[in-house]
């Protein structure tokens, strides 16, 4: 039998580009028709029904069908099944037997995305998700002076959370970040204009993100102090927006590419002069790296760019294999339990994380490849945060059964979660933040 035929191949999948332009991209038809195709493949696999909440949906709408098959299911119920998947991608990566190349081309992640487009383009939006995908005009607001302490202070008050759950829909629950004052940028940019840069041939640009530089900018901050200890120049760009995930995973199309016109141009010039590009979210450095390139694959800019992106751990064991990662540590940390974030998985670059991790002497790391549910808004909404709370309790077992000197997960959004579910009150910690502990910066 083929490759291209045999069920499970040992090629890589391949991701084809989301074609939004093609002449039945809109098309509702034409789209409900590959839903059915989809859904009944994945009936007949159910080989996923342990990743998230989608398939349990579309499996339930199935079985309590009237011939328990897809075409007992509503063609209005279809939308049920793509409210839940928050395209966290490990179906296409880890589960499917059927991705592309095989000719069945199932890939379902790129088919909800088009759904949830199509619906966005119907006005089938929700306020609240306008809203809370804004990040960058979130931050903007919330780290305003005076405005700050207030949103601070109403995240924990009890009142105004039940009265958010009932206007907005954001649970009242839900385990939402303090925004941070000052943000990432200004701290970073006060060091740079005193600090000449050093070593011009290893130079990175550091997308700093909307989460990273409103919300927990220690993590930037801790990244720039490892480049800063293994000698590498460090720049942040001129003005920076937000990386446009939150967006496209909304389906909003048009804000996705008012973004991309509005961070391309710099990065890509940037990147004709020699520069790299490191960002600590995996979310954001897939979204260059990835989902833009399969938006805009004619784009020669958009293309280099993505070339140019790196996760931070990627870079610093591109370093290592060259002989210019440092090694000086001086902390050991024991035993660390490492959540895999799915976007970082995703990205195919290998256990970069944890092959650096484990230069640092009596220092054991373990891995946790399981979904942590939270997606950045799924796990925050009244609807689904119970879904969220269920996904990531492998997870969290895990980690109470290792009960390690510390855990962290690449994406701090994730370590928040699995931290905001574990009842032995340990707090994550980033890798990066590891890293600099084991340090001793």
């Excluded at 995908?133 to 995240?155: E, L, Q």
């Excluded at 970073?188 to 530089?213: A, G, S």
């Amino acid at each position: 039998m083929s490759e291209q035929k045999r069920e499970g191949g040992l090629g890589a999948p391949v991701r084809h580009p989301l074609n939004q332009h093609g002449e039945l991209f809109y098309d509702e038809t034409d789209l409900n028709n590959e839903l059915a195709r989809v859904y009944d493949i994945c009936h007949g696999c159910r080989r996923c029904v342990s990743l998230c909440n989608a398939f349990p949906v579309l499996f339930d709408l199935i079985d309590e069908s009237s011939t328990m098959e897809v075409d007992g299911v509503a063609t209005a119920d279809y939308n049920k099944v793509v409210d839940q998947c928050y395209l966290c991608d490990l179906c296409y990566l880890s589960k499917c037997p059927y991705v592309p190349p095989h000719e069945w081309n199932v890939d379902f992640p790129r088919l909800m995305l088009r759904a949830k487009i199509v619906n966005y383009e119907k006005g089938n939006s929700k306020v609240r998700d306008n809203i809370i995908t804004s990040t960058d005009m979130i931050g903007k607001v919330a780290t305003a002076p005076f405005i700050n302490a207030m949103v601070n202070a109403a995240t924990g008050n009890k009142p105004l959370r039940g009265l958010l759950d009932k206007v907005l829909d954001i649970h009242q629950e839900a385990n939402l970040p303090d925004y941070v004052r000052p943000t990432l940028r200004t701290r970073l940019k006060k060091e740079l204009k005193v600090k000449p840069t050093v070593q011009q041939e290893r130079r990175v640009i550091l997308f700093t993100t909307c989460y990273c530089n409103y919300n927990e900018p220690d993590v930037g901050d801790s990244l720039f102090r490892i480049f800063e200890h293994n000698d590498i120049s460090v720049e942040l760009m001129g003005r920076e927006h937000c990386c446009g995930m939150p967006k496209l995973e909304l389906g909003d199309l048009k804000t996705v590419d008012q973004l991309m016109e509005k961070n391309i141009p710099e990065l890509y010039a940037k990147v004709q002069q020699g520069w790299s590009i490191v960002a600590a979210v995996p979310s954001c450095v897939l979204m260059f790296k990835q989902e833009l390139p399969l938006l805009y694959p004619n784009d020669e800019r958009v293309v280099a760019v993505g070339k140019a992106f790196n996760d931070p751990f990627e870079y610093l064991h591109k370093l290592h294999k060259a002989g210019l990662f440092k090694t000086d540590f001086k902390n050991s940390l024991g035993s660390v339990s490492y959540h895999v974030a799915c976007h970082q998985r995703v990205q195919n670059i290998g256990p970069k994380t944890r092959q650096i991790l484990e230069l640092i002497p009596a220092t054991t790391v373990k891995s946790i490849e399981r979904c942590s549910g939270h997606d950045g808004t799924y796990g925050v909404k009244s609807e689904s945060m119970k879904f969220a709370n269920k996904i990531v309790a492998p997870v969290v077992k895990q980690l109470e059964l290792q009960e390690p000197d510390y855990f962290g997960s690449d994406c701090p959004v994730a370590g928040r979660h699995i931290q905001h579910n574990l009842s032995n009150g340990q707090e994550h910690t980033h890798p990066l933040d590891l890293l600099r502990i084991a340090y001793g910066i």
